[in-house]
């Protein structure tokens, strides 16, 4: 059974719409240009700064962002290194979702 919080937490707006900027981010690769996915990127963190302020984060959201504010900038220096970042963002995202949806017994 869900939380409170967490039933709050992956059904608001906000969450829904930070899962869809980083999906799409890592959909803009096989796009011309990688730049189209760092700004998705980078709004991705953004996004996650807002739902802070509304108390809408948990401690792996808020390590999502760091990670996301420290290797963005992989696509300006190794973009095969940004490919494989946004792949990773994406798997923990993933993680962060199944955990918020967990029932408390199977933790």
Do not use: W
């Not at 829904?16 to 189209?36: N, Q, T």
């Not at 996301?68 to 940004?82: H, P, S, T």
Request: aromatic share 8%.
């Amino acid at each position: 059974m869900l939380t409170d919080f967490n039933r709050k937490l992956i059904e608001s707006p906000q969450f829904k719409l930070l899962s869809f900027l980083v999906s799409s981010a890592r959909g803009c690769v096989d796009e011309p240009a990688l730049y189209g996915s760092l700004r998705l990127i980078d709004a991705a963190a953004r996004l996650i700064d807002i739902m802070q302020e509304e108390g809408l984060v948990n401690d792996d959201l808020i390590r999502l962002r760091e990670l996301i504010k420290e290797k963005m900038d992989l696509v300006m220096y190794d973009e095969a290194g940004f490919v494989e970042f946004l792949d990773y963002v994406s798997q923990e995202l993933v993680k962060i979702v199944k955990k918020a949806t967990q029932s408390e017994t199977d933790r």
